[in-house]
């Protein structure tokens, strides 16, 4: 006569016992590698990045700079450093940021201080598109000597220090303006002109 086979009931207390040592596993594991691992994605998505620079401070270039003088109506030169690169697109963005901000022995920019370089674009064919903010045309009353020397004291400084840069197109606010001031007429390409140089 066959026996019936007893069947084996887990003791509550067993399940238990084994569902709380799961819990605490899983507790561990997300307290400690998995909710590290989200701080650590959340610092990096929202801290910038500083690059770092092989064997210490960045490198500078020289540039030179045009400049207005009180006694008269040429273009004065004036050196300064900037950082180098990567591109010449920013190198010139950089250098006409200097012009914008001025003469650090006395001489006078021919740019209002609230001229913001917008993008420099440096093409194959040696032009050079310079995008100015609408304070240059803005927040300046030109004379005709005074736009003369704002838009060449531009032209020259690119055309000096780019190899690159043959002729010089200067728009404002990304679009053509016929001129700052009503005198020098922007819709052409210059060329630079260093006969408006002191000697």
């Known amino acids: 006569m066959a026996t019936k086979k ?10 238990l016992g084994v569902l709380s040592v799961i819990l ?5 594991v997300f307290f400690t590698g998995g909710g590290r ?3 650590e994605r959340f610092i990096d998505a929202n801290v910038p990045k500083v690059p770092a620079v092989a064997g210490g401070p960045a490198e500078t270039k020289t540039v030179t700079l045009f400049f207005l003088d009180d006694d008269d109506d040429f273009l004065h030169r004036e050196t300064r450093p900037i950082v180098a690169g990567p591109t010449a697109g920013e190198e010139a963005e950089q250098a006409l940021a200097e012009l914008i901000k001025g003469s650090e022995k006395g001489l006078l920019s021919p740019l209002p201080p ?4 917008r993008q420099v674009f440096i093409g194959k064919d040696g032009v050079a598109t310079v995008d100015l903010s ?3 045309a803005e927040k300046f009353a030109y004379g005709s000597t005074m736009e003369l020397a704002a838009v060449y004291a531009v032209v020259n400084t690119l055309a000096f220090n780019f ?9 404002v606010e990304g679009a053509e303006k016929e001129t700052l001031g009503g005198h020098v007429d922007l819709t052409r390409a210059f060329l630079p002109d260093y006969s408006l140089v002191a000697r």
């Open 134 to 136: 609408r304070d240059v």
């Open 163 to 171: 190899k690159a840069v043959k002729k010089v197109v200067i728009l």
């Open 6 to 15: 007893k069947s084996h009931k887990p003791k509550p207390a067993l399940v």
């Open 24 to 28: 605490v596993v899983l507790a561990i």
């Open 37 to 39: 691992e989200k701080v």
């Open 114 to 117: 609230q001229t913001k370089v």
